[in-house]
């Protein structure tokens, strides 16, 4: 059976540094402050076995860019939009007989086959901006966050580095 993606929860007992700190009036400066306090750290997720076709349809509904995949907790892989659109049929390709085979394909594939394996990742407490460097000499566009035991904690977005960016004065 199909599973939807599940939302992963925050540990009830993590409380980050972004949950108790004031960044208003630079009590905080953009050097000192850690992955920990721009993360997401409800983050959606699949699974390897994930049907494509309802990924996909998800993704595009929900305007994901990047979702991790775990086992339980443990990260084993990220699939983004790139590696979905690397695998569909051609957008050269039109009409029914493409969409049928664009369909079949996404049907008859899970995620485990097109996924990122051990995705590059941050701890919690990586200064943003080492993450910010990370990002932008692979030229990704998110890093998952992991705890040390490689369980999923968070996920920091290049829309996360430029809402702090776009705060600063």
Do not use: W
């Not at 595009?60 to 443990?74: A, G, I, M, S």
């Not at 049907?107 to 394996?117: G, P, Y």
Request: glycine share 4%.
């Amino acid at each position: 059976p199909l599973r939807r993606p599940t939302l992963l929860h925050r540990p009830a007992d993590l409380v980050t540094r972004r949950h108790c700190a004031t960044f208003g009036g630079g009590h905080m400066t953009t050097m000192s402050r850690t992955v920990s306090e721009i993360m997401t750290d409800e983050v959606v997720v699949l699974h390897e076995e994930d049907n494509l076709a309802e990924v996909a349809f998800d993704m595009e509904r929900f305007r994901f860019r990047h979702l991790p995949v775990v086992d339980d907790r443990t990260l084993v892989g990220l699939l983004s939009q790139r590696d979905l659109f690397r695998f569909t049929v051609s957008q050269l390709e039109r009409g029914p007989a493409a969409a049928s085979k664009d369909a079949m394909y996404k049907a008859n594939t899970f995620v485990r086959a097109i996924m990122t394996q051990q995705p590059q990742t941050v701890l919690p407490e990586t200064p943003i901006s080492v993450a910010a460097r990370k990002m932008v000499e692979a030229r990704f566009d998110c890093l998952p966050v992991v705890d040390a035991k490689n369980e999923l904690v968070g996920i920091v977005t290049s829309h996360d580095l430029l809402k702090v960016v776009a705060a600063m004065d």
